[in-house]
């Protein structure tokens, strides 16, 4: 599986992006999808997860309510739609699956996409 993640962008805080990630591959709906981040000088952070029906979907809390993630498996995408921008959500975000959830969440997936910059600010 291959991931392309897209859509970053600079935006003033409070604004939207979404952003974009196409796997290839006819076994994409069999695979859990996540998006993580990471600023400059910080470890890698789970932000998202949707699992592989779409069923369930978990957030980090500083993003809860602020971020959904979903996914269409018809067009091999997962999406994030990054809403009430701050400053602190200033990264580089990358897309990840991964076909345990558990394995998804910890962060060790088996695949990952090239990132895709988030810049937030005024």
């Known amino acids: 599986v291959q991931l392309q993640a897209s859509g970053g962008g600079l935006v003033q805080p409070g604004g939207s992006l979404r952003l974009s990630c196409v796997a290839s591959g006819r076994t994409f709906k069999l695979y859990h999808m996540g998006w993580f981040r990471q600023a400059p000088g910080k470890e890698r952070e789970f932000v998202a997860a949707?699992?592989?029906?779409?069923?369930?979907?978990y957030y980090a809390d500083s993003v809860k309510g602020r971020f959904t993630i979903s996914r269409d498996n018809d067009k091999n995408t997962v999406y994030l739609h990054l809403n009430s921008l701050k400053p602190e959500d200033t990264a580089v975000y990358y897309c990840?699956?991964?076909?345990?959830?558990?394995?998804?969440?910890?962060?060790?997936?088996?695949?990952w996409g090239l990132g895709t910059q988030v810049t937030v600010s005024s």
């Open positions: 990840a699956s991964d076909y345990k959830f558990s394995t998804l969440m910890a962060g060790s997936c088996e695949y």
């Open positions: 949707i699992s592989f029906s779409g069923v369930t979907i």
